[in-house]
T-cell receptor
Framework: GESVGLHLPTLSVQEGDNSIINCAYSNSASDYFIWYKQESGKGPQFIID?????DKRQGQRVTVLLNKTVKHLSLQIAATQPGDSAVYFC????????????FGQGTELSVKP | DSGVTQTPKHLITATGQRVTLRCSPR?????VYWYQQSLDQGLQFLIQYYNGEERAKGNILERFSAQQFPDLHSELNLSSLELGDSALYFCASSVSTGQETQYFGPGTRLLVL
């Protein structure tokens, strides 16, 4: 079936280190990608997005990289903080499917003080 | 706070019953999306409405239906409930329809006993 998969279900990092969360997508026609953060008991929170005409986009402490050749997406978080602990989802949007988001399974990021 | 509101926060009901979940989008947003989050299926797109019209449909069960009203709020109706319908139901909204940021509400946790 449709899927946007994540390589690692859990990631544990030391506070202050950089975190990298990976995601593979299956459809080369996908052209819009989003990262969401979900804290326990809350709805997904938008972090950053990237369109297929770009290979890198930076936000505040976050960078998303897109490699269309291998259909891979990553989220880099600089100087990870305890408040970054959450589940991170990549999502894929295909232009011919309206606003439908296809989510990956999620990676749980745990930040050790 | 995303600006998307959902009621109720929690809902406990019995198998065979019918429930209605309500969503108010962010001010100015015309699209509303419904997603289901369960432990075994992850976050799954159910349906999208844009300015009162159905825009995109996912693997939504026939027992489930939704609508968007003239004031742009939306309701998701779940009928003939089964134990497996227990999940978190999220509503999201966006300005238009297509490839843009979707802002998620806090969700409704449904427990079917």
């Amino acid at each position: 079936g449709e899927s946007v998969g994540l390589h690692l279900p859990t990631l544990s990092v030391q506070e202050g280190d950089n975190s990298i969360i990976n995601c593979a997508y299956s459809n080369s026609a996908s052209d819009y990608f989003i990262w969401y953060k979900q804290e326990s008991g809350k709805g997904p929170q938008f972090i950053i997005d990237i369109r297929s005409n770009m290979d890198k986009r930076q936000g505040q402490r976050v960078t998303v990289l897109l490699n269309k050749t291998v259909k891979h997406l990553s989220l880099q978080i600089a100087a990870t903080q305890p408040g970054d602990s959450a589940v991170y989802f990549c999502a894929e949007n295909r232009n011919n499917q309206g606003g439908k988001l296809i989510f990956g399974q999620g990676t749980e990021l745990s930040v050790k003080p | 706070d995303s600006g998307v509101t959902q009621t109720p926060k929690h809902l406990i009901t019995a198998t065979g019953q019918r429930v209605t979940l309500r969503c108010s989008p962010r001010s100015g947003d015309l699209s509303v999306y419904w997603y289901q989050q369960s432990l075994d299926q992850g976050l799954q797109f159910l349906i999208q409405y844009y300015n009162g019209e159905e825009r995109a449909k996912g693997n939504i069960l026939e027992r489930f239906s939704a609508q968007q009203f003239p004031d742009l709020h939306s309701e998701l109706n779940l009928s003939s409930l089964e134990l497996g319908d227990s999940a978190l139901y999220f509503c999201a909204s966006s300005v238009s329809t297509g490839q843009e940021t979707q802002y998620f509400g806090p969700g409704t946790r449904l427990l079917v006993l």
